[in-house]
């Protein structure tokens, strides 16, 4: 997560259902008349095969039928890319490449035809930093091994019945963990397109018009996105500028200012093809300003120390135009107060 962004919970979550269940007691999980459950396709990933074949076949008497196998991380990426998957069950210690990476670049739209598509991540261990970097990767449940069949029914009808909105930060798209969402915030949120639900409500008008709603979906993802990485800018900018009259500077400071490059660098990068792109030229002056300063921090020059601060304004200004100035100017300036009484 950045400087910026908010805290989420990381909960560790216990070995589930009950394995003396009989089929007849899951089949209790029957679907509707009109449900389309014999559509709804799964990525089974898993080293040891002989796991997930009781899943399938428990699922495919409830009548689940699209199992689709991926024995490694390169596996499931092509995969991806080629089939309309609802819901991905996947071992973390995938072979052959990095899969919470993967899921990353699935929520950000560089793997797969589908940033919103349901991800279950298993794990024979139950380390905390490993739940954390799963969490982070912006999967939507963790699952300790053994997985019963009841005990991933159970998860999927909760992701049916209650998924968790989606949020979008500068370096985060997944779903919203904050640990009181009661709480407010800066940071909107969205139900994500679902089409495992679609699928097994039988929504037929909503499935007619699904990879239209992925792509609305994903465009204005991508927007927010854009957005946020301009927020963090301002609040970079925020942070640093009270420091950089005094060089040389600490290290925090020397992490920001890098920050500041990067946040900037990947603006211009992303900003092309999308509403913003006018915006492209600010964002390209705070690149090269932000490289100046990173490049000999201690002769910084007066006139770019104080230039920072109105380029931030106007490219926050920019990406929110129907926003007040100084409403926008009051939220950095609460973000930054909060960072800092973080410590």
Same mark, same amino acid.
């Not at 007691?25 to 009781?54: G, Y």
């Not at 794990?123 to 449940?141: F, K, P």
């Not at 927020?231 to 942070?239: G, K, M, P």
């Given at each position: 997560?950045?400087?910026?962004?908010?805290?989420?919970?990381?909960?560790?979550?216990?070995?589930?259902?009950?394995?003396?269940?009989?089929?007849?007691?899951?089949?209790?999980?029957?679907?509707?008349?009109?449900?389309?459950?014999?559509?709804?396709?799964?990525?089974?990933?898993?080293?040891?095969?002989?796991?997930?074949?009781?899943?399938?076949?428990?699922?495919?008497?409830?009548?689940?039928?699209?199992?689709?196998?991926?024995? =490694?991380?390169?596996?499931?990426?092509?995969?991806?890319?080629?089939?309309?998957?609802?819901?991905?069950?996947?071992?973390?210690?995938?072979?052959?490449?990095?899969?919470?990476?993967?899921?990353?670049?699935?929520?950000?739209?560089?793997?797969?035809?589908?940033?919103?598509?349901?991800?279950?991540?298993?794990?024979?261990?139950?380390?905390?930093?490993?739940?954390?970097?799963?969490?982070?990767?912006?999967?939507?449940?963790?699952?300790?091994?053994?997985?019963?069949?009841?005990?991933?029914?159970?998860?999927?009808?909760?992701?049916?019945?209650?998924?968790?909105?989606?949020?979008?930060?500068?370096?985060?798209?997944?779903?919203?963990?904050?640990?009181?969402?009661?709480?407010?915030?800066?940071?909107?949120?969205?139900?994500?397109?679902?089409?495992?639900?679609?699928?097994?409500?039988?929504?037929?008008?909503?499935?007619?018009?699904?990879?239209?709603?992925?792509?609305?979906?994903?465009?204005?993802?991508?927007?927010?996105?854009?957005?946020?990485?301009?927020?963090?800018?301002?609040?970079?900018?925020?942070?640093?500028?009270?420091?950089?009259?005094?060089?040389?500077? =600490?290290?925090?400071?020397?992490?920001?200012?890098?920050?500041?490059?990067?946040?900037?660098?990947?603006?211009?990068?992303?900003?092309?093809?999308?509403?913003?792109?006018?915006?492209?030229?600010?964002?390209?002056?705070?690149?090269?300003?932000?490289?100046?300063?990173?490049?000999?921090?201690?002769?910084?020059?007066?006139?770019?120390?104080?230039?920072?601060?109105?380029?931030?304004?106007?490219?926050?200004?920019?990406?929110?135009?129907?926003? =007040?100035?100084?409403?926008?100017?009051?939220?950095?300036?609460?973000?930054?107060?909060?960072?800092?009484?973080?410590?």
């Amino acid at each position: 997560m950045s400087t910026l962004d908010s805290v989420y919970l990381v909960a560790i979550i216990t070995p589930i259902g009950n394995f003396n269940l009989t089929t007849r007691q899951i089949l209790m999980n029957i679907p509707s008349p009109k449900s389309r459950r014999d559509t709804v396709e799964f990525a089974l990933c898993e080293r040891r095969l002989h796991v997930m074949a009781p899943l399938k076949t428990a699922l495919g008497q409830t009548g689940y039928s699209q199992f689709h196998n991926a024995r =490694d991380v390169d596996e499931l990426r092509l995969m991806l890319a080629g089939r309309p998957i609802d819901l991905i069950v996947a071992d973390i210690e995938l072979p052959d490449g990095d899969l919470l990476k993967l899921v990353k670049d699935i929520r950000h739209g560089r793997a797969g035809r589908n940033p919103f598509v349901v991800i279950m991540v298993t794990s024979w261990a139950m380390e905390a930093d490993m739940v954390r970097s799963a969490i982070d990767a912006g999967v939507d449940d963790f699952l300790v091994n053994p997985i019963s069949p009841q005990g991933l029914a159970d998860r999927i009808r909760n992701i049916v019945e209650a998924r968790k909105p989606f949020i979008v930060t500068s370096d985060y798209i997944g779903p919203e963990r904050r640990r009181d969402p009661r709480r407010s915030s800066d940071i909107p949120y969205f139900n994500p397109p679902n089409t495992l639900r679609e699928k097994e409500l039988g929504n037929l008008d909503a499935l007619a018009n699904v990879e239209a709603e992925i792509e609305r979906s994903a465009i204005e993802m991508r927007e927010e996105r854009l957005r946020r990485i301009g927020f963090q800018i301002s609040f970079l900018v925020d942070l640093v500028t009270p420091k950089l009259v005094d060089p040389p500077f =600490d290290d925090q400071t020397v992490r920001h200012l890098r920050g500041l490059e990067t946040a900037a660098r990947e603006a211009v990068e992303k900003l092309k093809g999308t509403k913003f792109e006018a915006i492209a030229t600010l964002c390209k002056s705070m690149l090269g300003l932000a490289k100046r300063i990173n490049a000999d921090p201690a002769n910084l020059a007066t006139k770019d120390r104080e230039l920072l601060s109105p380029l931030s304004i106007a490219i926050l200004e920019a990406f929110y135009p129907g926003r =007040d100035g100084g409403d926008l100017m009051n939220e950095i300036a609460s973000a930054v107060s909060n960072f800092t009484k973080r410590g």
